[in-house]
């Protein structure tokens, strides 16, 4: 069955600092893959996006990802975190069965420490 | 940038009344989805929508729960009786014929009380 998996429910982060979020998915096969944002009480925003080609891609916000096939993962980076980036990151794999659903993740809890 | 809208933001019931939700999806979309997240949770699946009928539903989507998409602009969600543990947001999503991408709606806050 198709699953996705963010082993971290939350991390601190000081401002400034690098930013790695994990993602691992179970899918047979190719993978749409996203990333999403949620601020507490919002809806959810799209950071970046996956379907073929580089590996490497870039979103939002100044973050990328980076999809490994061979690790099933797709994790979210950004190079220096400011505190406004504290929310909710949810990774996901989309496009799945004949109704093209979208398969979330659990959620990783992000806080900035000044 | 067209995007999907919902209707109302937040709402709130009594146990055992029905509720319908709304969403506008994106004019030329085809797809169009139901997903729920109960506080603290992750968002899940509920139900799928295309050519006038369901494509594919969850095991939460039990007889409680219907969609409809009663003119050519809304996408509804009912749920007929509503149980506490029915609280939740409820976001509305839309793709296009491909369904690489579903944009999401702003949500509606859901309260059974």
């Known amino acids: 069955a198709q699953s996705v998996t963010q082993p971290d429910i939350h991390i601190t982060v000081s401002e400034g600092a690098s930013l790695e979020l994990r993602c691992n998915y179970s899918y047979g096969a190719t993978p749409y893959l996203f990333w999403y944002v949620q601020s507490p009480g919002q809806g959810l925003q799209l950071l970046l996006k996956y379907f073929s080609g580089d590996t490497l891609v870039q979103g939002i916000k100044g973050f990328e990802a980076e999809f490994k096939r061979s690790q099933s993962s797709f994790n979210l980076r950004k190079p220096s975190v400011h505190w406004s980036d504290a929310a909710e990151y949810f990774c996901a794999v989309g496009g799945i069965g004949g109704g093209f659903k979208t398969i979330f993740g659990a959620g990783t809890r992000l806080f900035v420490k000044a | 940038e067209p995007e999907v809208t919902q209707t109302p933001s937040h709402q709130v019931t009594q146990m055992g009344q029905e509720v319908i939700l709304r969403c506008v999806p994106i004019?030329?979309?085809?797809?169009f989805y139901w997903y729920r997240q109960i506080l603290g949770q992750k968002v899940e699946f509920l139900v799928s929508f295309y050519n006038n009928e369901i494509s594919e539903k969850s095991e939460i989507f039990d007889d409680q729960f219907s969609v409809e998409r009663p003119d050519g602009s809304n996408f509804t969600l009912k749920i007929r009786s509503t149980k506490l543990e029915d609280s939740a947001m409820y976001f509305c999503a839309s793709t296009s014929l491909g369904g690489e991408t579903q944009y999401f709606g702003p949500g509606t806050r859901l309260l059974v009380l």
């Open positions: 004019s030329n979309h085809l797809y």
